[in-house]
């Protein structure tokens, strides 16, 4: 019997992702203490699961963020949550992920074993097991600490059509909280913008906010989480996909006053942030009130409002009125979000 | 910080355009120029020509320091980053403006020089330390406002006796770009051109102060009025120059009190004075060369000049062919008059600097002012 793995002060070594004794080891004491399921248990390839009733739905994310741990969360339950949100959105009901690693060479255990963790935690709140997993190694300089690729299968009742194309003039635009949180912590993080760093990620797992939308309004014609690229990435593919317009209300829209503050400073635009735990809904215009009631009463659409109508545009423009009451243009975002130098 | 809101009420915004509205003349046209291109961004963001009457015209100025970094500096700037101990590091959007045979230091980075993207001067000395055996070189770009930065970065690197550590310099000066659109022969002989009155600059005053102002609107008989960067702050503006035009003045007023002084910040610009002299004459995108319009490093700082140790030699090179930045950075066109905009050239792919960063004329009106220009594809 080898030594235990020093979770204190060990490290990462090429022999960890080289298929032998040390990788075995690394997964037995590392990584199911905190991920505990059946399948993972098994220790086979791969995971057999039950046929469920229903149409399947497949997300995959991979994960690649600096800093590894920020106010809010880390990478760990930012895996969990953006692929279980992926598969939320197309109306489903997650019941598996797998994780894949590909660790850098040198990572301590700790900061590994500290995100195994919360990636554990974050997946038994959700109520979905992670099933399967694999784990790789690269020289030391090939990777950021930690890559994470996670793969999510949910189920679709039968009647959930959702989908991006099937927006139609007319229809509201609901969203479910404050912009800006995810995407302006960890520039904060990243930074070191002292005066922000009250600011946390919103990092959440959608699909409990689904299923109560779904049963609220069963016509709802399409969901998304704002991620990379915020709202106005979000508004500006549904546009393209359903060939609509859209005009939204800046005044309806809501931001933490310390976020809103770093946009301002830096001259960042909110709409262009990421966000981790908020979604766009899309609602034909007789179930709005009815949903965004139901949003309101559950814990992640607390702030949920109605923020604007999809209209009739053949250039699928999307525009917003300020709060001045004039109008612009909401577009995509041509780099990452940079501050002004002016 | 609860500041942000007192500035963005709506209702405020809409009383003061209805005060422009009732005491503009509707005889007559307000040509007015914002010369910052965070003014640029305030009115296209917001959409603050919707609230005003037609006749309250903006002419967009130079004010955005990625748009009038001409294109040899750029090529110099490639051409270091491609030696390989050279590590280059710079703001964000100064690595996506073109340069010449189709290139940037985004593209260049891409190709395996090392460039890095950095948020503050002193990142730039802290990858000094870490990298000794590199030459890392801080290609340093922007108005009075970024040059202090600079400046300590370099106080800081000689007290450090940081020997791997340069400034490759391009730090402009606002006053002279002012003089030289006022000195153009379509505004002062031609009169082809408009311009009543000028929205000063925000941050740039902050530091520099409002006097530097009075020559222009005494000699040019512009009247200037400073405003913040808040969309109330520019209506505010607005109002006073309406109200200067109507009354036949040319005074230099003071909207940004709670920022700018008359006499701007001693204390940065003597840190300025310390570590930088002027240059007899720079190129400017748009505005050609232009007389005393920019710094370099003084001679006691020698050994913090990229210029010097790397021996860069400049060569002017012309803008994109059909690229009107030139003529939009000297406020006698309007993005959309260009051919290319919203077709060849977008904040994806742009072709002239000014589609570049989000201060640059073309790019507010790209990403904000779209929708009021349908023929242009989606
Ligand atoms: S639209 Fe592009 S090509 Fe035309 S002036 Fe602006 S930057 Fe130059």
Redesign the pocket.
Known sequence: MSHPLDLKQGRVEMAHGGGGRAMAQLIRELFLPFMESPALRAGNDGALLARPEGRLVVATDSHVITPLFFPGGDIGSLAVHGTLNDVAMMGARPIALSAGFILEEGLPLADLARIAQSMGEAARAAGVPIVTGDTKVVERGKGDGLYINTTGIGVVADGVELGGERARPGDHLLLSGTLGDHGIAILAQRENLAFASDIRSDSAALHGLVATMLDAAPGLRCLRDPTRGGLAAALNEIAGQSGVGALIREAAIRLRPPVRAVCELLGLDPLNIANEGKLLAISPPGESARLLAAMRAHPLGHDAALIGECIADPHHFVQMETRFGGRRTVDWLASEPLPRIC | MKFVDEFRDGALARGLAATVAAEADPARDYTLMEFCGGHTHAITRYGLEDLLPRNIRFIHGPGCPVCVLPVGRIDNAIELARRPEVILCSYGDVLRVPASHRTSLQRARAEGADVRMIWSSLDALRIARENPSREVVFLAIGFETTTPPTAVALQQARAEGLANFTVFCNHVLTPAAIQNILESPQLRELGSVPLDGFIGPSHVSAIIGSRPYEYFAEEYQKPVVIAGFEPLDVLQAVLMLVRQINAGRFAVENQYTRAVTREGNLKAQRLVAEVFELRESFEWRGLGEVPYSALRLRPDYAAFDAERRFNIAYHAVPD?R????GA?LRGLKH?VE?K??ATA?TPES??????VSSEGA?SAYYSYGRHRAPESPA
């Open positions: 994109a059909s690229c009107d930045c939009i993005p260009c290319l905009f050239c742009p072709i002239g600097s000014c589609m073309c």
